[in-house]
């Protein structure tokens, strides 16, 4: 399996409808990194953590536009369609012997934000 293979077979998992943090994080390595602009994580386990407080409600979709993988390197333009509706985002994937080590995405937040309720 390639580099890329395992980037669209993490799509595949994550968001292909209802949420399925247990099937992602057999794709993570133990010491993966995660940041975006709303969140951050140091180690798999408090990833999948943290994407458990979402719930397993969510119903996250994505369009893959384009992927491109170099070495190590993958790295994916999308439509993510979910709560906030439909928005375009990349994502930067690091990978070691098989595994997702690391995840950079790159969004405006903004849509995230103003659907929140206010307090």
Known sequence: MTNTDIVRDYFR?????KAK???????????????????SANGADEYVSQLRSFG???DM???????????????????????????AYSQWFTLRNGKIS???VVYDPRPFLQGQPKT
């Open 13 to 17: 998992r994550f968001f292909s409808g």
């Open 21 to 39: 943090h247990s099937d992602v994080r057999q794709l993570l390595t133990d010491d993966f990194k995660f940041s975006d602009p709303m969140m």
């Open 102 to 104: 690391a995840l950079h």
């Open 56 to 58: 397993d409600v969510l």
């Open 61 to 87: 979709r994505v369009d893959v536009k384009q992927i491109v993988g170099a070495g190590d390197i993958v790295a994916a333009l999308l439509d993510f369609h979910g709560p906030a509706g439909k928005m």
